[in-house]
């Protein structure tokens, strides 16, 4: 006999805990699987979490030691091979203790204090078990089948929280293939100790600094962005790339993410530090055409499994969506268990919660710029690099011939000269207006 | 008599600060794949080639350019090789292949690449 439950979950990372805590709670039986270790333990982001939703459940959470530095500095730049031009925007002025709800973080810690809340709230946490696939029996989700002996598990409702690979909801058939714009995201945590990160950055007590550097010289001008966040004593450094313009580089991931690290502009701020870890994973980001079905018969998709990600030039959420749509997913299957009844329509009410709730509007509003930017190359490997040749014009203090200095009019001029002849005003118009479209609709 | 006017070169220099200056430190791949926990899972690889044949017609083999810790060797013969032991369980592999050419799964719970920061 197979064993049964109410709820079984796919994942432990932050939107399958705070489902089963959820869940849990409200008097479920759940079982959550997870493949790794302990939770977090294979698992590997960027490194600024926020804590929108995680507040309002664990309104503890900045004492019990699961989260590196607040950000108080976001700071975007672009890179040509020797120079940076950058925007850097410090708040100084969110309150404790949530400031301004971005933590930076390493998922080995976070995710097991997560699945810890949720463990206490009498969910179960079955690690070391990969879960293969779902059960069907006529058309609906019925379980889940784990790769170990007596694998199989029966269950009301399956929750897909796998992550980007998510091998589950493809077995259910909710999606199919990924798509080459998934991005890999590649990074190292590097050590150093914490008065040397606080004086480099410029930083008080647990003050944090997350930096992006946008297209350019981070990543031989390819669409993606290369970051830089404090943590505690160590700095996670790395870039993301989509793997269509990966595999058009040509190069190594590792090597690449080494000659990022060797920038002479990245290399500054990264003087005396010694790798610890090395990591990769994709991140899912896709159009609306290549997202899975949020709901089946008998299974719910949520976080990075349902493609909820916002990673763009700008933003890089991912981890608020999780745990919002494992919110709302968790409420929804408490519903459903009042009712008795698991079928796709009575799950719907997450799907269309989702679809209100910022995870999906977030998700659809800036899906539509990073589709610009996979038609216009030119954001990654022409503009960067023009931008800073102006500025390098403008603020060049050059001696003339006879002994004095070249008059700022004619560096003026100089600017002038170059927007017209190099940047190309009319393309560069237009391009902006696509941008401008992009955000927009 | 006035107190002698101190030189940059006189100020003491932070002691911790100092020992922190030099370039970072870079790994190769092997060392990348040193600072990682993998368990493996021997004699049961999680990653195969479905069909040598189909390697041997694959012109851009971009399996060998993307895998973060460069899995992927094509050899003298031109088959193309896993060394599926030092795998970091990405994804890249089973989406990057044009030809849905490798047999992709997870290895078994409680196998292959653990991370202590993430
Ligand atoms: C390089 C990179 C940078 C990112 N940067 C940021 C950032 O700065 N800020 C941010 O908010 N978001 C960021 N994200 C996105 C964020 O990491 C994800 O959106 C978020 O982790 C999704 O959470 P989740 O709970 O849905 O799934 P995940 O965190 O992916 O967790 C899935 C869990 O399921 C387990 N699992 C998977 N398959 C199975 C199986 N078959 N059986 C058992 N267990 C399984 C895994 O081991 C894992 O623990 C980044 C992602 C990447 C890859
Ligand atoms: S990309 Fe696929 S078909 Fe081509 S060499 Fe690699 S595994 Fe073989
Ligand atoms: S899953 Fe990632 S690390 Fe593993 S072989 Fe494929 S590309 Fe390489």
Redesign the pocket.
Same mark, same amino acid.
């Given at each position: 006999m197979a064993e049964r439950c109410d709820v079984a979950i796919?994942? %432990?990372?932050?939107?399958?805990?705070i489902a089963a805590y959820i869940l849990a709670k409200g008097g479920l039986e759940v079982i959550m &699987?997870?493949?790794?270790d302990y939770?977090?333990?294979?698992? /590997? &982001?960027? !490194?600024?979490?926020?804590t929108t939703v995680l507040s309002k459940y664990f309104p503890d959470f900045p004492g019990a030691n699961c989260v590196e530095r607040h950000i108080i500095e976001k700071r975007f730049s672009m890179l040509s091979e020797s120079n940076e031009l950058a925007l850097s925007f410090k708040f100084l002025d969110f309150e404790p203790p949530y400031y301004n709800h971005s933590f930076t973080a390493l998922?080995a810690i976070f #995710?097991r204090y997560l699945a810890k809340k949720a463990e206490e709230a009498g969910a179960v946490l079955v690690t070391q078990?990969?879960? #293969?696939e779902v059960i069907a029996s006529e058309g609906r989700v019925v379980g889940v089948r784990?790769r170990r002996e007596g694998g199989e598990v029966l269950a009301n409702v399956v929750i897909a929280?796998?992550?980007? +690979?998510?091998? @589950?909801a493809q077995s259910a058939g909710l999606r199919g293939e990924l798509p080459l714009s998934v @991005?890999?995201?590649?990074?190292e945590v590097v050590s150093l100790p914490r008065e040397v990160i606080e004086d480099r950055f410029s930083l008080e007590g647990d003050e944090g600094a997350?930096y992006e550097y946008l297209g350019g010289g981070a990543v031989r001008g390819a669409m993606g962005a290369g &970051?830089l966040?404090t943590n505690r004593d160590t700095i996670s450094v790395?870039y993301?790339i989509p793997l269509g313009a990966l595999k058009a580089l040509g190069i190594q991931p590792d090597e690449l993410l080494n000659e990022f690290k060797m920038h002479p502009v990245v290399r500054r701020l990264l003087r005396g530090t010694t790798p610890e870890e090395y990591?990769?994973?994709? @991140?899912?980001e896709m159009t609306p055409h290549d997202l899975p079905h949020f709901v089946g018969d008998g299974i719910v998709v @949520? =976080? =990075? %499994?349902?493609g909820?990600?916002n990673?763009n030039p700008l933003f890089?959420?991912?981890? +608020? /969506? %999780? /745990?919002a749509?494992?919110v709302m997913a968790a409420e929804t299957i408490l519903q459903a268990h009042k009712a008795g009844n698991f079928s796709a329509k009575a799950l719907e009410p997450y799907a269309s919660r989702l679809r209100e709730s910022f995870a999906w509007q977030d998700y659809d509003r800036y899906q539509g710029l990073t589709r610009m930017a996979e038609t216009h190359p030119q954001f990654f490997n022409k503009y960067p690099y023009e931008f800073i040749k102006l500025a390098r014009k403008l603020f060049s203090v050059a001696p003339t011939d006879d002994g004095m200095q070249v008059p700022k009019r004619a560096l003026e001029l100089a600017v002038a000269d170059h927007v017209l002849a190099e940047l190309g005003l009319m393309s560069f118009g237009l391009d902006l207006l696509d941008a401008a479209k992009a955000a927009m609709f | 008599m006035a107190a002698e006017v101190k030189g940059p070169s006189d100020i003491a220099k932070p002691t911790g600060l100092a020992n922190f200056l030099g370039p970072p430190k870079l790994l190769g791949r092997d060392d990348k794949l040193a600072t990682l926990v993998i368990k493996v899972d021997e004699g049961s690889p999680h990653l195969k080639i479905i069909d040598q044949g189909v390697c041997l017609k694959c012109i851009e083999k971009p399996c060998t350019v993307t895998c973060p810790v460069e899995n992927y060797k094509v050899e003298d013969n031109g088959h193309t090789t896993i060394y599926w032991s030092n795998c970091i369980e990405c994804g890249t592999c089973r989406i990057i292949c044009p030809f849905h050419n490798i047999s992709w799964r997870?290895p078994s !719970?409680g196998f292959g690449m653990t991370y202590r920061y993430g």
């Open positions: 796919v994942g %432990a990372g932050p939107g399958a805990s &699987f997870e493949r790794g939770p977090g333990s294979k698992a /590997m &982001f960027g !490194g600024v979490l926020y998922r #995710d078990t990969v879960v #293969d784990a929280a796998d992550g980007a +690979n998510s091998l @589950i @991005i890999l995201g590649v990074k997350a &970051f966040y790395g993301g990591s990769a994973h994709l @991140i899912p @949520i =976080g =990075g %499994a349902a909820l990600v990673a890089h959420e991912g981890t +608020n /969506m %999780a /745990m749509s494992g | 997870y !719970g």
